[in-house]
């Protein structure tokens, strides 16, 4: 699945309701699980060559269909590091250790148990994910691609080709044939842009997302997503 995105760093999080759950800061979506196929086929046009394709089983899980706003990571986290500034904005410039704490924060305002358990270790934060805990997570890498997809096995979940007017990124370095579009140089308000087909906003663009499995060489353009275990019987 190709990535489209702009230069800033910023921050999503999917989240699932809870039962415990005393207030809940987002309506989040119910992922059914299945299965899928990860990566891209060789003939892909920019294919990158980590993108093995493999099939992955998942487990149903529940995601917020928005990136994580200034204002929701303002009133957890009591700061806003964000270069472009707007309560709608999805909050930019965190570490993936800001996304972790982010997750537990938001999971003690809502009176669930925190799934990260942060440890110093020789100088190095350690950092266990407690998957019996009730509270908010990163999705995997795999659970966030599935979520991207939503079922489609093109490059992008709006099929071979992505515009500029449906989904904020480097317009002018379009992909393939599409002629050059606008480069809109911020980023965009929540829900500016059509859903996926599974209720998803800015799967692609506006800002990428951490997910909890690390892996990325560059570790310079990130943002998260949070989840949690769907309710039993999904
Ligand atoms: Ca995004």
Request: aromatic fraction near 12%; proline fraction near 5%.
């Amino acid at each position: 699945m190709r990535s489209v995105f702009n230069s800033t760093i910023l921050l999503t999080f999917l989240i699932s309701s809870c039962a415990y759950a005393q207030t809940t800061a987002i309506s989040m979506r119910s992922i059914s699980g299945g299965q899928f196929q990860m990566g891209s086929p060789m003939s892909e046009f920019e294919r990158q060559k980590d993108e093995t394709q493999h099939q992955v089983s998942l487990s149903a899980f529940e995601i917020a269909p928005y990136e994580v706003t200034q204002s929701l990571y303002e009133e957890v986290m009591g700061n806003n590091p964000s270069a472009h500034v707007g309560k709608n904005l999805p909050v930019e410039n965190i570490t993936w250790y800001d996304a972790i704490r982010f997750c537990n924060a938001l999971s003690q305002k809502e009176g669930l148990e925190p799934a990260y358990v942060i440890e110093q270790d020789n100088g190095h934060i350690k950092v266990t994910w407690n998957r019996e805990a009730s509270g908010y997570q990163l999705p995997t890498e795999s659970e966030w691609e599935y979520a991207a997809r939503a079922g489609t096995t093109t490059p992008f979940n709006t099929g071979e080709n992505i515009s500029a007017d449906q989904a904020n990124y480097y317009g002018t370095y379009p992909y393939r044939d599409r002629p050059s579009q606008t480069y809109r140089g911020e980023t965009v308000p929540i829900g500016s842009f059509s859903t996926n087909a599974w209720g998803l906003y800015d799967m692609h663009g506006n800002v990428l997302e951490w997910c909890w499995d690390r892996y990325d060489p560059t570790h310079k353009i990130k943002s998260a997503l949070i989840r949690k275990e769907a309710p039993l019987g999904n």
